[in-house]
């Protein structure tokens, strides 16, 4: 059963004191459906609810299915099967993304008239041909910023950028700074397909759902300025962010469908959970591998420590 678990303080109308109801620890999960749901995701997955519920907070599940062409049929409704059978309960309706056009284009909208978006026809080599090196690859020069909108223009979108120093301090990897223009540059927010970009969906979506914490892999982690900066343009607040380390194989590839990453078993759906509370820093006792899902959840949610939390980028199974 879909529990709504809603914070209550009083607040005063007119001489009155009348119960808010806005939840006090609104947090998601949001995975990709490029396949079935592995062991990494599940980490994720795992460290968001708890996060959650311990908390005494909701959790929203969102499809990112945003890139359609990547998206593999059937693996959505087998990530929520996975999530079902593992005992995690979302609160509230799953929210797909390739049906929220309407809600990407109207922020595309606000942050055109604040002449905040320029149209960038650039390629890959041309801008590695005339860049320097950011964290995340070439940064973009700013090549087309002065190129006015053309009504048949058919190319990518990109978001102005400043130096203006962007720090946040996440709850496991700890205080994190960035200056836009110069790390990453003027990044993309649709694509030149006509595909809106993850950093504008994200935040977007987030904000709509009224999400006050994320909690995802580290390697989202250098996404959060870019967020950070959409949410001030955009009028957003900006939630609680901890990153939680990336699970690696023994190449030191993160988890995935391209590095060949097994599905999560369902068929001993404890001993999962207990993998991946352990890769997360928590120490079950024996018995609890031997507990019913039920009582696995119980002393997971009771004994959930967010400081035993490994704070590394990204660890190895």
């Known amino acids: 059963m879909v529990q709504w678990i809603l914070w209550t303080p009083l607040i005063r109308i007119n001489g009155w004191k009348m119960p808010s109801l806005l939840p006090v ?16 995701s599940l980490v994720t997955a795992v460290g968001s609810y708890l996060e959650a519920k311990s908390r005494s ?3 929203l ?9 990547r998206e593999i049929p059937g693996a959505s409704e087998e990530i929520l099967n996975t999530l079902y059978l593992l005992g995690m309960e979302w609160d509230g309706s799953v929210v797909y993304q390739n049906r929220r056009q309407d809600a ?6 606000v942050l055109e008239k604040q002449d905040l978006i320029y149209p960038c026809s650039c390629s890959r080599k041309e801008i590695a041909d005339s860049s320097v090196l950011g964290i995340e690859g070439p940064v973009y020069p700013g090549t087309c910023r002065d190129r006015k909108h053309e ?11 400043n130096n203006d120093l962007i720090e946040f301090e996440d709850a496991v990897q700890g205080i994190r700074q960035q200056r836009l223009q110069r790390d990453i540059g003027d990044f993309v927010i649709r694509r030149a397909d006509g595909v809106f970009a993850y950093q504008l969906a994200v935040v977007v979506d987030d904000a709509e759902q009224g999400i006050t914490h994320v909690v995802r892999g ?21 939630p609680s962010y901890m990153h939680l380390p990336v699970v690696v194989n023994t190449r030191g590839e993160k988890l995935s469908k391209q590095t060949q990453a097994a599905p999560v078993d369902t068929s001993r759906p404890v001993l999962q959970l207990v993998k991946a509370i352990r890769f997360l820093g ?3 006792p024996p018995e609890v591998s031997e507990s019913s899902l039920g009582s696995f959840w119980m002393w997971a949610t009771e004994n959930w420590n967010r400081e035993a939390i490994p704070k590394n980028m990204s660890l190895m199974f």
């Open 218 to 238: 580290g390697d989202l982690l250098n996404s959060t300025p870019r967020q950070i900066h959409l949410q001030k343009l955009l009028g957003y607040s900006t």
């Open 104 to 109: 990407y284009q109207a922020a595309l909208r």
């Open 57 to 59: 907070g909701e959790w």
């Open 61 to 69: 599940v969102r499809i990112e299915n945003l890139d359609t062409a």
């Open 25 to 40: 620890y609104r947090g998601r999960f949001a995975p990709s459906p490029t396949g079935p749901l592995h062991f990494g």
């Open 282 to 284: 928590q120490t079950p």
């Open 151 to 161: 009504p048949e223009f058919s190319g990518a979108w990109r978001l102005c950028t």
